[in-house]
């Protein structure tokens, strides 16, 4: 079984995908490079299946049932890549002040 996600994960996911949306979407250059930065030092908190993971579910919207139609990967594996990757941003975003 899945450990279960902490709200802190659940929100340093939803953070994470503001920051991608703020950095897509900035028509401030200021604001627009800030959120870049942002996404840049926590993508570095992450290795690549990670990202995939959190892009897909974050960030795009996709249920993990979907992506793991799309991958062919289990479910229960993907989820727990995705506890993985949300308790990483949440580390990364409890230091990176």
Not at 15 to 29: D, I, M, P
Not at 52 to 62: S, T
Request: proline share 2%; charged share 25%; glycine share 6%.
């Amino acid at each position: 079984m899945t450990a279960p996600i902490s709200g802190a994960a659940l929100d340093a996911a939803e953070t994470y995908a503001r920051h991608v949306e703020k950095a897509s979407t900035a028509r401030n250059g200021l604001s627009g490079a800030v959120a870049i930065d942002r996404v840049t030092r926590a993508r570095a908190a992450l290795d690549r299946r990670q990202l995939a993971i959190l892009d897909m579910v974050a960030v795009k919207g996709h249920t993990i049932a979907r992506v793991a139609e799309m991958t062919g990967k289990p479910d229960a594996d993907l989820t727990t890549l995705y506890v993985a990757a949300c308790d990483a941003l949440a580390s990364h975003y409890a230091t990176d002040a």
